[in-house]
């Protein structure tokens, strides 16, 4: 009798188990509560959405005050250009590092939810301060800040509360764009097959989201701000910042979350330390020696996922070498982190070793984008920019790119990538799109060239070299080199934001966000160096250089060649760094290896 009830008892236990395992998510996940998140309850496309729409409103926020910012610098505290366009540059920058700020926060402490709310706090407030000053202090005589009607003199306090306001917008928008991006991504099991397919397609509608974005602020809100509506500008940011905050937090119920894993720089040092202590030490073959860290219990279990163990860089597997000594000191309860660390912990540091030669790679891609918002509009301002009487702004033609991009997510989604997985029997992986996406960027810069030697041409025959910075030949003609921007762009950053998240070890997904960052950021200031070297290197008595003031009198053609050029090499070291590279793999909850997305080849 005792034995039939020890059966039955083992038999509900296993019951119990099951049903858990079914509703549970796999990835170890958590609900607000810090319980397991119920897969029925939590996450998928209802929090996702939500997310969706708060990143679109976010961005609209904020380019409502970069899109012009270099105006305002000009028209209403009377900076000249160049000090304007190097403050603007600073701020640009600035926002970029606070992701790294952002990251670290998100997964050593604060978790995701907590990072993301609190930064968009701080640009709610940022925005609002913004709204105020210029509305009582800036704007001084009223009406000013027009073309035509440039602002007076403003005391130090008026400029230091101006600066305060936009360095907060760059604290609040960059500290929360890394972790928005894989707090979305949080929301689908990866280690479910619809869930996981979800979680891919997450990152194409999170992107275009952030298009769509830029486009209302770019188009309507660049137009009013042009015509100096400088008050009503910024505000309009501050309520679409609000919206954004209080759509977030109405999904805090029916958010999933991943608990932080403490800080990754003392885990980091934890595995270069052991290995430096234990490089006498032999292994063996088999690898039995290792140490594999406590065992996951069950689905209710939150810790990180182990990673499979992978070979190369064996220095640092002598981290996770169990020695003699080691092993008496754990059969009496004590360990010291700074003498053994498990596989995960060597294989963490081996990924983000892993990551940095693609990373480094997508530098100068980033170098190609950013000229959209730099040459390419110097470019257009020197066409034919004039419909009738209707003048279209060199900077609106940006717009193209959001539609290109927008059409390409469509495309891809749809048809591309069917059509590829019923070729090759599966869809093309990451890095391999992230390779197209660079093919198609040397196109978009041989196209901008080809552009430019016309314009050239044309600003020639009509006025003999010696003209106004003008030629004949029609802005619509940088239409192409846009869209070929916009579709290198699904292929390179959709791509890459799945690839860095994918890729990054549980306890530093927001770090592989900040990633994808930080490279357009490294991308501007390349960009900069590059100008400045090319224009020393050009610029003679008799030659003002390739890119000079007036553009009828250089060779901006040659500048897109050479970048096409280098973007070429860039291409031929990513290949290699792409084939070397080997994918993660976690041990998932059920024993099975997963977390692969994809596969290690890469086909170009």
């Known amino acids: 009798m005792a034995c039939l009830n020890v059966c039955k008892d083992q038999r509900y236990a296993e019951e119990k188990n099951q049903r858990i395992q079914e509703v549970c998510t796999l990835d170890g996940t958590t609900d607000w509560h810090g319980r397991p998140a119920v897969r029925g309850r939590t996450g998928r496309w209802v929090a996702g959405i939500l997310i969706l729409v708060n990143q679109g409103l976010a961005t609209l926020a904020f380019f409502g005050v970069g899109v012009n910012l270099v105006l305002f610098l000009t028209r209403v505290l009377g900076q000249d250009n160049a000090e304007a366009a190097n403050n603007v540059s600073k701020w640009t920058g600035t926002v970029y590092l606070f992701s790294l700020l952002g990251a670290f926060l998100s997964d050593s402490y604060w978790g995701r939810y907590k990072t993301c709310a609190i930064f968009q706090v701080i640009y709610v407030i940022g925005l609002s301060l913004l709204s105020i000053s210029t509305y009582i202090f800036l704007l001084k005589p009223k009406g000013c800040g027009d073309e035509k009607s440039p602002c007076g003199d403003h005391s130090t306090f008026e400029i230091g509360l101006f600066y305060i306001s936009i360095y907060l917008v760059a604290l609040g ?15 689908f099991d990866e280690e479910d097959p619809n869930e996981g397919h979800s979680k891919i397609s997450f990152f194409s509608y999170f992107y275009l989201a952030l298009n769509l974005g830029s486009l209302f602020s770019n188009t309507i809100l660049g137009y009013f701000e042009d015509k100096g509506i400088w008050t009503l500008g910024f505000w309009v940011s501050t309520g679409s910042a609000v919206m954004a905050l209080v759509l977030f937090l109405c999904g805090t119920p029916m958010y999933r979350h991943f608990k932080p894993q403490g800080n990754p720089l003392s885990r980091f040092f934890r595995v270069i330390v052991a290995a430096t202590r234990k490089w006498k030490v032999e292994m063996t073959p088999s690898g039995e020696d290792f140490y594999e860290g406590e065992d996951e219990k069950d689905c209710s279990s939150n810790e990180s996922r182990k990673i499979v163990h992978t070979h190369g860089f064996k220095f640092l597997d002598k981290a996770a070498i169990i020695t003699s000594k080691e092993m008496n000191q754990m059969g009496k309860g004590a360990q010291n982190p700074w003498r053994l660390c498990s596989v995960t912990q060597v294989e963490e540091v081996k990924c983000i070793l892993r990551l940095l030669p693609i990373w480094l790679c997508t530098i100068l891609y980033s ?156 991308g501007n200031y390349v960009s900069s160096l590059l100008v400045t070297v090319v224009m020393k290197i050009s610029a003679r008595d008799d030659m003002p250089g390739w890119i000079p003031g007036n553009l009828n009198k250089g060779h901006l053609d040659r500048f897109y060649f050479l970048l096409a050029a280098l973007t070429t090499a860039d291409l031929l070291v990513y290949v290699l760094c792409a084939k070397w590279y080997k994918y993660i793999k976690f041990e998932g909850k059920g024993g099975n290896d997963s977390g692969n997305i994809g596969q290690a080849e890469l086909r170009v």
């Not at 928008?173 to 929301?187: L, R």
């Open 367 to 522: 170098v190609v984008f950013t000229q959209m918002a730099s040459l390419f509009v110097e470019q257009g301002a020197a066409m034919k920019t004039t419909i009738s009487s209707f003048h279209i702004p060199p900077a609106g033609m940006s717009s193209f790119d959001i539609l290109s991009v927008a059409a390409f997510i469509f495309i891809y989604r749809r048809v591309l990538d069917p059509l590829v997985a019923r070729l090759w029997k599966k869809g093309l992986t990451e890095l391999q799109r992230m390779g197209i996406g660079i093919v198609i960027a040397i196109m978009a810069m041989i196209s901008a060239g080809v552009v430019e030697l016309f314009r050239l041409k044309y600003a020639i025959k009509d006025c003999n070299i010696d003209c106004e910075n003008q030629s004949s030949l029609s802005i619509f003609w940088q239409v192409p080199q846009y869209m070929l921007i916009g579709a290198s762009e699904v292929f390179m950053y959709v791509g890459q934001l799945e690839f860095f998240n994918g890729q990054a070890p549980d306890g530093l997904k927001s770090f592989g966000s900040a990633l994808c960052m930080t490279s357009i950021s490294l």
């Open 173 to 187: 928008n960059g500290g929360y764009q890394p972790n928005i991006a894989t707090f979305g991504a949080d929301q």
